[in-house]
């Protein structure tokens, strides 16, 4: 999973700078930004948490901010995909649960 998150952000990050640059797509600068917060986020603070904590802070910043752009914007997609408002809510509850269980088990 941790290779994953490596590969999901960067080769989103650069699909979405090529879309915003070449493509002229404005709707990309928004997940831009997105993106951009999360791998700093990554990159910053992985050797403070476990991965899976680490891992499940991302999903819950991405569909936080993936939720916002939805109200913002008529529509979010990524690599071309729309995704709908009900799909990320989804990985957002998941996430929350997931999380709140690790944290009360008191598993690191």
């Not at 404005?26 to 991965?51: C, D």
């Amino acid at each position: 999973m941790d290779s994953f998150v490596h590969l999901f952000l960067i080769s989103s990050f650069v699909y979405e700078f090529i879309q915003f640059v070449v493509v002229d797509n404005f709707y990309a600068l928004g997940y831009l930004i997105l993106l951009s917060i999360l791998i700093a986020i990554f990159f910053l603070l992985r050797e403070r948490f476990t991965t899976l904590k680490m891992l499940t802070v991302i999903v819950i910043v991405w569909s936080i901010g993936m939720l916002i752009l939805g109200f913002v914007q008529p529509f979010v997609t990524v690599f071309g995909y729309i995704m709908a408002p009900w799909f990320v809510g989804l990985f957002l509850v998941m996430s929350v649960g997931i999380l709140t269980y690790k944290i009360r088990r008191g598993a690191t």
